[in-house]
């Protein structure tokens, strides 16, 4: 039970340190041996005065923060930066921290989804540090640390969905890790801003499968597109037998446009007309 305490207790003064600027106490109540310590530092300052301004003050650039530690305590007021900042040497030592957008691909990663499919799956992360006090004092390394979570949250995440949603629901997939990893790596001072789906591997196998499936589907499509239209020209057939049927001199007229587009087309292929009366009579006779 003292040990959760414990942990709770340090990242409340974190926090309190990260946000306190008016509480003029540095390193809190550093003791004894420490104000002697402290005294003595401040006397040799003051003896190599003026080089020992070459290691008391210290430069951080725009894009970066230390973290100052006085004696193994985290001085009050939080991180220090941009700019000119003063430690004592003999006693405090500082961490610089890079709070700039970090982007990191993650590595592809074999998931088994829910309906028993294996696909290699690799994603982008872009993360920044938002707090730097807390990710010196929360956590060994917050970027390994980062990470291995997105990692580990890209696991778990896609073992929890079908392939295709894994195919077309990528989007809500990356806002859902996003989150995810954003409250994970809250109380180390992180903040995710992005995560995209790169790549989505399948095995060789179910490729062609996919493939064969598609293909048996626009087969099937394109059947029944033909068979559709076989049905609307044999009405238009039907149709067009109807009017000839009406008017017979229709029929020869027909006859004549063939034979026209015919010889325009073939010009060596000669045509002789027999007219279907003609063969009926012919046909009656010979019955008779």
């Not at 193994?72 to 941009?82: H, N, Q, S, T, Y």
């Not at 700019?83 to 500082?94: A, K, M, R």
């Not at 778990?156 to 409250?183: P, W």
Request: charged fraction near 25%.
């Amino acid at each position: 039970m003292g040990e959760p305490n414990q942990q709770a207790t340090s990242l409340d003064y974190a926090k309190d340190c990260a946000n306190d600027d008016s509480n003029p106490r540095d390193g809190g109540d550093l003791g004894c041996c420490g104000y002697i310590l402290w005294f003595l530092s401040l006397v040799v300052i003051a003896l190599t005065f003026p080089f020992s301004l070459c290691l008391c003050i210290k430069v951080v650039q725009e894009y970066e923060r230390a973290v100052i530690f006085r004696l193994g305590r985290l001085i009050a007021g939080g991180a220090k930066g941009p700019g000119l900042f003063f430690i004592i040497p003999c006693i405090d030592s500082y961490t610089k921290v890079d709070i700039r957008t970090v982007s990191f691909d993650v590595p592809p990663q074999e998931v088994l989804t829910k309906d028993s499919v294996t696909v290699a799956v690799d994603a982008v992360v872009y993360y920044r540090v938002q707090n730097a006090t807390m990710s010196i004092t929360n956590v060994e390394d917050s970027n390994r640390s980062t990470r291995l979570l997105a990692a580990t949250t890209l696991r778990n995440v896609l073992g929890t969905k079908n392939l295709s949603e894994i195919l077309s629901e990528r989007e809500t997939i990356s806002h859902y890790m996003q989150s995810s990893l954003d409250e994970g790596t809250d109380p180390w001072g992180v903040k995710c801003e992005r995560v995209e789906i790169k790549d989505v591997r399948l095995p060789v196998q179910l490729q062609r499968a996919m493939a064969a499936e598609a293909e048996a589907a626009r087969e099937a499509r394109a059947k029944v597109i033909a068979a559709e239209g076989e049905q609307k020209a044999s009405r238009s057939l039907k149709e067009a037998a109807e009017v000839l049927t009406e008017a017979p001199a229709a029929l020869q007229l027909r006859y004549l446009q063939t034979l026209n587009t015919i010889s325009a087309e073939k010009n060596s292929t000669i045509i002789f007309p027999l007219p279907i009366d003609l063969l009926q009579s012919f046909m009656s006779r010979q019955e008779s």
